[in-house]
């Protein structure tokens, strides 16, 4: 018997890659979508050119127009004894690795992704296996060689929980073939296996067991500085982006001195992160995650002796109250919050990418998706607005009806609930970004998808398959329209053009003007990319001021 995910992944990816021819064409991986670590795809793949690593050799797979090494590692094991603590140095090898399939990716709650996201996201996981081996990098080059191509390096969304580099729509054969650009997608650990902050209650052992999945992406940024001229990349030219809790990140690492020189462009998208946690906040959880284990700080190498399995049901033992597992301001790696009160000093001279879809909150159970009368709107969104007045509530929904006056009822609810939440950050830390020298370009992805009957909209997620032009793979988001591929085709040369000069300009957009506190330029993406000064700002801040007053 086969499940429904898996029965439904199989249908996208036939739809979407048997059209051409599978060994060769642009989606020979997503057709070996159901390899697991160390099998070769038997059958499904050629092999491709052998590379030689400061570690060892691996040998690639062709995938359409570029060679494909899958599964690399850039550093140590994370198992016991190194369980908690930063990554070490991946253990040369001798002879050839195949470089053929996904590898690990990090221990995660099945629950944090799956039955949790919309069936149209859903499918795009692979499903590679779970280990504590998970350090690895997957990368798409046009060849090896000295080409000194711009490097993007990709950060997976799913907060700091779930998620790998493996997901059908980040594939980055298209972008790297068709741009002449090298893709790098990044596993690095996550929920307690990265972000529980041990610094503060373990002793000398664990004085360095802080944001170790922050410090993971380090490590994968070391090893492209290190080894990713052998592919064809620029290690002067790397452009970190990343989406959802990727975004978040980018925008941690942007604070953080470990990471500094490594990166050189930054594209945030839908994942802002002004703050982290706080030394209290993260002992605090830390303490909590030991008591569920009946252990106390005097027990914590006990820590290294327990299963992967335990550690997860540990987790999921939340009681109503959820573990905070996320990046910690801990004075060391993280000295301060990453956009709070400013941007960070350290990244003054990086460029910038940042935005937000239209309807964020789609993506998310529980969400009105269908007709609701005045009383329902303004139910909703004064259930949204917390304290607001009926009179505040009235005035919100009125600014935005005046605004987006062919937009219905749901419309208007759903852009204000993403407005509360997503885009407000993002805003913020634009704001922020562009007081200091480097430009920053912001981007509003309106564009909605006729997937569902078109209910989700422009949901979070969905300008993923258009960055990395893969919206034929991932038409489960996108529909199969025609007006997806002109999108596609502006937004990936976009991001490549800022990865290659640091200016997202090209032939077929119309010109992107830097964002500043003033005219507020922002390029709204859609069925027709135009330039907006301050999209839908007075409504913006209306709402933000109610919901903050």
């Not at 709650?109 to 779970?130: C, W």
């Not at 729509?169 to 997608?185: I, M, P, Q, R, S």
């Not at 307690?192 to 209650?201: D, K, N, Q, R, S």
């Not at 920053?440 to 997937?451: A, G, I, K, L, N």
């Given at each position: 018997m086969?499940?429904?995910?898996?029965?439904?992944r199989?249908?996208?990816?036939?739809?979407?890659?048997?059209?051409?021819?599978v060994?060769?064409g642009?989606?020979?991986?997503a057709?070996a979508?159901?390899a697991k670590p160390?099998s070769a795809?038997?059958g499904?793949?050629l092999?491709?050119?052998?590379?030689?690593?400061?570690?060892?050799?691996?040998?690639?797979?062709?995938?359409?127009?570029t060679?494909?090494f899958?599964?690399?590692p850039?550093a140590?094991?994370?198992?016991?004894?190194n369980?908690?603590?930063?990554?070490t140095?991946?253990?040369?090898?001798t002879?050839?690795?195949?470089?053929s399939?996904?590898g690990?990716r990090?221990?995660q709650?099945?629950?944090?992704?799956?039955?949790f996201v919309?069936?149209?996201?859903?499918?795009?996981d692979?499903d590679?296996?779970?280990?504590?081996d998970?350090?690895?990098?997957?990368?798409?080059?046009?060849?090896?060689?000295a080409?000194?191509?711009p490097?993007?390096?990709?950060?997976?969304?799913?907060?700091?929980?779930?998620?790998?580099?493996?997901?059908?729509c980040?594939?980055?054969a298209?972008?790297?073939?068709?741009?002449?650009?090298?893709?790098?997608?990044?596993?690095?650990?996550?929920?307690v296996?990265?972000?529980?902050?041990l610094a503060?209650i373990?002793g000398?052992?664990?004085a360095?067991?802080?944001n170790?999945?922050?410090l993971d992406i380090v490590?994968?940024l070391e090893w492209?500085?290190?080894?990713i001229a052998?592919?064809?990349?620029d290690?002067?030219n790397v452009?970190?982006f990343?989406q959802?809790?990727?975004g978040?990140?980018?925008?941690?690492?942007?604070a953080?001195?470990?990471?500094?020189?490594?990166?050189h462009r930054a594209?945030?998208q839908?994942?802002?992160a002004l703050?982290g946690?706080?030394?209290?906040?993260?002992n605090?959880?830390?303490?909590?995650f030991l008591?569920?284990l009946d252990?106390?700080?005097n027990d914590?190498?006990?820590?290294?002796?327990?299963s992967?399995?335990?550690?997860?049901?540990?987790?999921?033992?939340a009681k109503?109250r959820?573990?905070?597992?996320?990046?910690?301001?801990?004075?060391?790696?993280?000295?301060?919050h990453?956009?709070d009160?400013?941007?960070?000093?350290?990244?003054a001279?990086?460029?910038?990418?940042i935005g937000?879809?239209?309807?964020?909150?789609?993506?998310?159970?529980g969400q009105?998706l269908?007709?609701i009368d005045?009383?329902?709107?303004?139910?909703?969104?004064?259930?949204l607005?917390?304290?607001?007045t009926d009179?505040q509530v009235?005035q919100?929904i009125a600014a935005?009806r005046a605004?987006?006056?062919?937009d219905?009822?749901?419309?208007l609810?759903l852009?204000m609930a993403?407005?509360a939440?997503?885009?407000?950050g993002?805003?913020?830390?634009?704001?922020?970004?562009?007081?200091?020298k480097?430009?920053v370009?912001?981007?509003y992805?309106?564009?909605r998808s006729?997937v569902?009957?078109?209910?989700?909209?422009?949901f979070?997620c969905i300008?993923?398959p258009?960055?990395?032009?893969n919206?034929e793979?991932?038409s489960?988001m996108t529909?199969?329209?025609?007006?997806?591929q002109?999108?596609?085709?502006q937004?990936?040369?976009?991001?490549?053009?800022?990865a290659?000069?640091?200016?997202?300009?090209?032939a077929g957009?119309?010109k992107?003007?830097?964002f500043?506190?003033?005219?507020r330029?922002t390029?709204?993406?859609n069925?027709?990319?135009?330039?907006v000064?301050d999209?839908?700002g007075?409504?913006q801040?209306?709402?933000?001021?109610?919901l903050?007053?």
């Amino acid at each position: 018997m086969i499940d429904r995910r898996r029965f439904v992944r199989l249908g996208t990816i036939a739809a979407g890659a048997l059209t051409s021819a599978v060994a060769t064409g642009p989606w020979a991986a997503a057709w070996a979508a159901d390899a697991k670590p160390g099998s070769a795809a038997s059958g499904k793949t050629l092999s491709g050119a052998t590379v030689e690593t400061r570690s060892g050799k691996v040998r690639g797979i062709v995938q359409g127009r570029t060679q494909a090494f899958l599964g690399v590692p850039y550093a140590g094991s994370t198992a016991p004894p190194n369980r908690f603590l930063p990554p070490t140095k991946v253990t040369p090898w001798t002879g050839v690795r195949e470089a053929s399939s996904l590898g690990h990716r990090s221990p995660q709650l099945l629950s944090a992704f799956h039955g949790f996201v919309p069936p149209e996201v859903e499918v795009m996981d692979r499903d590679e296996t779970m280990g504590e081996d998970c350090l690895v990098l997957n990368v798409w080059t046009p060849g090896p060689g000295a080409a000194k191509r711009p490097v993007m390096v990709w950060l997976h969304g799913g907060g700091y929980t779930s998620g790998s580099g493996g997901f059908i729509c980040y594939d980055g054969a298209e972008l790297a073939g068709k741009h002449n650009v090298v893709v790098v997608t990044v596993n690095h650990r996550l929920g307690v296996f990265g972000y529980l902050h041990l610094a503060g209650i373990g002793g000398a052992r664990y004085a360095n067991a802080s944001n170790v999945g922050n410090l993971d992406i380090v490590a994968a940024l070391e090893w492209v500085r290190d080894n990713i001229a052998a592919f064809g990349g620029d290690p002067s030219n790397v452009t970190l982006f990343g989406q959802s809790g990727g975004g978040g990140k980018v925008s941690c690492l942007m604070a953080m001195p470990a990471a500094k020189g490594l990166f050189h462009r930054a594209i945030v998208q839908s994942g802002a992160a002004l703050r982290g946690s706080s030394m209290e906040a993260a002992n605090q959880t830390a303490q909590e995650f030991l008591k569920r284990l009946d252990l106390t700080t005097n027990d914590l190498d006990k820590l290294q002796t327990l299963s992967m399995e335990q550690l997860l049901a540990t987790t999921e033992n939340a009681k109503g109250r959820p573990l905070d597992l996320s990046p910690v301001v801990d004075g060391k790696s993280m000295p301060a919050h990453p956009f709070d009160p400013t941007a960070p000093a350290q990244s003054a001279d990086i460029p910038l990418i940042i935005g937000t879809t239209e309807t964020e909150v789609t993506f998310f159970p529980g969400q009105i998706l269908d007709p609701i009368d005045d009383a329902k709107l303004h139910e909703s969104v004064k259930t949204l607005l917390r304290k607001a007045t009926d009179a505040q509530v009235d005035q919100v929904i009125a600014a935005y009806r005046a605004g987006r006056p062919h937009d219905s009822n749901t419309d208007l609810y759903l852009i204000m609930a993403s407005d509360a939440t997503f885009r407000a950050g993002v805003l913020t830390e634009a704001d922020r970004k562009a007081q200091q020298k480097a430009p920053v370009y912001q981007y509003y992805f309106t564009w909605r998808s006729p997937v569902r009957e078109g209910k989700l909209r422009s949901f979070h997620c969905i300008e993923i398959p258009f960055v990395f032009d893969n919206v034929e793979a991932a038409s489960s988001m996108t529909g199969k329209g025609a007006d997806r591929q002109p999108l596609a085709d502006q937004m990936s040369a976009a991001w490549v053009a800022f990865a290659r000069t640091g200016n997202p300009n090209h032939a077929g957009l119309p010109k992107w003007e830097p964002f500043d506190t003033q005219r507020r330029a922002t390029m709204v993406f859609n069925k027709e990319a135009r330039l907006v000064e301050d999209p839908h700002g007075k409504e913006q801040r209306l709402l933000r001021s109610v919901l903050n007053g």
